[in-house]
């Protein structure tokens, strides 16, 4: 659901010098009794880093839950996590990722918050044949031939645009114009948002875009805001969007309701805190969510040390990660990323009609051990895949910012 923020020609440069790599034969990987290493590409810094602790935490907490509880995989092995951080940055991405592949020899990278990182390192990964699972929501991500390697654990770009245009209309706007940052991820919802609103019947007034780390907006904001839209949507990231909402408050535009992504005006609260309770006000924000009330949810949330009531988004998407690789390699029965890439579709979408739907990576080691086929249901999600990677059955929580708190006002599909 994200992207670090980058220009285009940058990012460019970015995946033709990944493409360039592409000469680097694919990894060997042994069938020892060794760790099997799994790398984790974390937003520690930049646009992504309020993410990037948490999606750690719930990686580690999820190999020791298998490493401990469940024995491992394939007679004993452990899963080992290597994390690195992409900066939420794809030339920081680019370079981590090829430490991951060619200094640590892991088996799978996972995390990937940022969409536009992603896009950059998925060449790699794939002349690596190295399982890809990303966070991200860039429709770009899983597009072309990813040779049953790219898999998305984040609902698709496209399909967000729809569900803001749904909840905006929901609320009574007629009218509502849209302020989006030029990155994959936020892109990929401008046009979905557009039809779906004049399709419920609301008109668009106005479609701008701004570029990152502008050091001002107010050119925007009085374009966008003066025609008084009922909804602005502004799909963007955490500092863009800070700095937005300030110049709309003080420019005294309190006609028009905000509707963010909540990976910008939530953060793990870091926009209120960039901006404080007045400014935050009233802002609506929407986010793919995880099922709260699941025994998978609250297994992840039991391990992790997740507050209650508390919906830990990207952590939970994190945790379903490393749960599909281990069931995928002992399904398989080895470690070898050609081998066991193959299993991922049958330990999620269940491989025939008797599949044993299992909550957690224990329960499902066990099944398999039984030679039960078994599908898995996510703690980040109820989901099912396509079989060209993207989340099928994603839940959508409508948010409102009352008081300097995040409230929960609506469930959307």
């Known amino acids: 659901m994200s992207d670090s923020s980058f220009d285009r020609r940058a990012f460019l440069g970015v995946a033709s010098a990944a493409f360039a790599a592409l000469a680097v034969p694919r990894l ?23 993410y990037g602790e948490g999606m750690v935490n719930a990686a580690k907490q999820a190999a020791n839950f298998i490493n401990s509880e469940g024995g491992g995989v394939l007679g004993g092995r452990k899963i080992e996590i290597v994390v690195e951080d992409d900066e939420s940055n794809p030339t920081a991405g680019v370079a981590a990722a090829r430490k991951l592949l060619d200094v640590s020899k892991v088996s799978a990278i996972v995390g990937v918050w940022s969409s536009a990182v992603a896009m950059a390192i998925k060449p790699i990964t794939i002349e690596k044949g190295v399982p890809l699972f990303v966070t991200g929501s860039g429709d770009e991500v899983t597009q072309g031939d990813n040779q049953g390697l790219v898999w998305r654990f984040q609902a698709r770009g496209t399909d967000w645009g729809a569900i803001f245009a749904r909840a905006a209309l929901k609320d009574g706007a007629r009218t509502a114009s849209v302020l989006a940052l030029q990155t994959p991820f936020t892109l990929s919802m401008v046009n979905p948002f557009v039809e779906a609103f004049k399709k419920g019947g609301g008109k668009i007034l106005d479609v701008v875009y701004y570029n990152p780390n502008q050091p001002s907006y107010r050119a925007e904001v009085e374009k966008v805001f003066g025609k008084k839209p009922d909804a602005v949507f502004l799909p963007s990231y955490l500092p863009d969007l800070s700095a937005i909402a300030r110049e709309v408050y003080r420019s005294g535009f309190s006609d028009s309701r905000i509707y963010a992504n909540s990976s910008a005006a939530d953060a793990e609260g870091a926009f209120i805190k960039n901006v404080g309770k007045s400014v935050a006000e009233g802002i609506h924000h929407i986010q793919s969510i995880p099922p709260a009330s699941s025994t998978a949810y609250k297994t992840f949330a039991h391990r992790a040390g997740i507050p209650a009531n508390t919906l830990a988004i990207f952590p939970s998407n994190v945790w379903d990660e490393i749960s599909v690789l281990a069931l995928a390699i002992e399904h398989a029965g080895s470690a070898d990323p050609a081998v066991f890439a193959k299993s991922i579709l049958p330990v999620v979408n269940g491989s025939g009609p008797n599949a044993k739907s299992v909550e957690d990576p224990v329960d ?6 039984a030679k039960q086929a078994i599908s898995y249901s996510g703690a980040g999600s109820s989901f099912r895949f396509t079989p060209t990677g993207d989340q099928l059955n994603r839940e959508y929580g409508h948010f409102v910012i009352k008081n300097g708190a995040n409230q929960l006002i609506d469930t959307l599909r």
Do not use: E, Y
């Open 28 to 50: 060997a990987f042994s069938q020892d009794n060794g760790p099997i290493r799994i790398g984790l590409l974390a937003p520690l810094t930049g646009a992504g880093g309020a």
């Open 364 to 369: 499902g080691l066990k099944a398999l051990r």
